[in-house]
């Protein structure tokens, strides 16, 4: 049975050392802070968070299941990525289990801090992941085109 996620003193001060890394852009590369307005206090909330990259598309993923940033995301559907002084703007859309199958199986290949918190282990059938979806929903990430500008 996989564990529940619990925020507690460790995690919290874990975040802030990985935000900051994050925002002076010392932390591994695929490491990203996500900025999106809250579905609630329409205040924009940031956490650090793992951008996956898998079969040439970006992907964020929800490892401890839904939390307040998944719940903003559907709400919002777009956010902002930032990582040292480079920011941009992203779409995010939340994707079907099929879809997200095999990303969740990379996942939890290149994230071994997050894997007690799945079922389905590094190896499994990707119809293993699959069933994982529910818990652990999976966003595609696309930039959002700018409009407008003189031709260069």
Do not use: C
Not at 58 to 85: F, H
């Amino acid at each position: 049975m996989a564990k529940t996620y619990r925020q507690h003193l460790i995690r919290r001060v874990g975040n802030v050392v990985v935000s900051r890394a994050v925002s002076l852009g010392i932390a591994p590369s695929y490491y990203v802070l996500l900025t999106i307005r809250g579905r609630r206090s329409g205040q924009e909330r940031t956490i650090p968070i793992r951008l996956m990259r898998h079969d040439g598309q970006e992907w964020l993923v929800a490892p401890y299941g839904v939390r307040d940033w998944v719940r903003n995301a559907r709400a919002a559907g777009e956010a902002v990525l930032r990582r040292g002084r480079r920011s941009r703007s992203v779409r995010l859309t939340e994707v079907s289990a099929a879809v997200a199958a095999p990303v969740l199986a990379a996942y939890v290949r290149k994230e071994p801090v997050t894997r007690p918190f799945f079922d389905a282990k590094v190896g499994d059938a990707v119809s293993a992941f699959e069933a994982e979806a529910g818990r652990h929903p999976v966003f595609q990430v696309t930039n959002v085109q700018v409009s407008g500008g003189a031709d260069a």
